[in-house]
């Protein structure tokens, strides 16, 4: 019995860690409609877990001082290798990246990022509901970023309602309500 009693506390403490561990993401960067500052820098470590993924930069260049140490961090690992195209092998140490994110609200040394290019590789988006809103303000193209690999055929209701509507208007919206990217419009 003492066994079993020392098995069930022991879990639901994991448990109860692993749900503190995570965190909402607008509690710890706003609004994610919001601007995105940009930043240049090193890769000086990755730490590819969940909860969320963790690379440690030195900053470069961009709109953050040079030289100072950051952590910029995204989903969970499933969500990036199956959502969004990443891999543990995209990044590494000494890797040059360039990214659009979002500041920790306490003023915390961390970005959320919305979207990563590594080295010479496209910039690429973490995002696919910023992608959405982006398109239908007419700023998406402008960033430079290639799209959620899974933005065609997703689910938009995320978004919201009035960017539903704006998508439904632009013909973004199939027969089903899920996203219908026009063909030929990220070739443009």
Known sequence: ??????????????????????????????????????????????????????INIETTGGELTTGENWRLTTHPIHIMEDTYGFSKDDFAAGDSVLVHGWL???GQPLMQI????????????TLRFADLREVVNGTFKSYGILPTPTLHGSDPSRTGEET????????????????????????E
């Open 104 to 106: 920790h609200i306490r």
């Open 1 to 54: 019995m003492k066994i079993l009693s020392a098995a069930l506390a022991s879990a639901i403490l994991f448990i109860v860690a692993s749900a503190q561990a995570h965190h909402s993401v607008p509690a710890e960067y706003g609004d994610v409609r919001g601007p995105t500052t940009y930043v240049e820098g090193k890769i000086v470590k990755v730490m590819w877990r969940n909860p969320h993924i963790f």
């Open 164 to 187: 539903v509507g704006k998508l439904r208007e632009l013909g973004w919206i199939d027969e089903n309500g899920m996203v219908n990217v026009p063909e030929g419009y990220f070739d």
């Open 114 to 125: 919305r979207a990563i290019q590594v080295n010479d590789g496209p910039k690429r988006s």
